[in-house]
């Protein structure tokens, strides 16, 4: 059973930073981020492939978020600079065990495996 175990969140104030980690048990092709705020669904944040050049990232993330990964560690990261309240959420790792095809990043059920999500909260 492949195990997700994200890091780093916690409280924040508005404009500041966060970084999230998330390390898999084994080696995972694409990778991502999604969020659920308390009353909504949950939606896509940013993935990136398996070589780390294909990224995708949300539009009310986007020139705010970073998404990074380590290969020999297993490990994807999450920069998250210039955060807002409405940012505050659960961040959940997901890993896929096949390659996704980009335009399906967003979509989460292309994912096989969830980690158990880490609380990102941001004080006005």
């Known amino acids: 059973q492949v195990q997700l175990v994200e890091s780093g969140g916690g409280l924040v104030q508005g404009g500041g930073s966060l970084k999230l980690s998330c390390v898999a048990s084994v080696s995972i092709y694409t990778m991502g981020w999604f969020r659920q705020a308390p009353g909504k669904e949950r939606e896509f944040v940013a993935a990136?492939?398996?070589?780390?050049?294909?990224?995708s990232f949300a539009d009310s993330v986007k020139g705010r978020f970073t998404i990074s990964r380590d290969n020999a560690k297993n490990t994807v990261y999450l920069q998250m600079n210039s955060l807002k309240p409405e940012d505050t959420a659960v961040y959940y790792c997901a890993a896929s065990k096949n390659s996704i095809y980009f335009t399906n990043y967003a979509n989460y059920v292309a994912y096989d495996y969830w980690g158990q999500g880490t609380q990102v909260t941001v004080s006005s």
């Open positions: 990136i492939s398996r070589s780390g050049v294909i990224t």
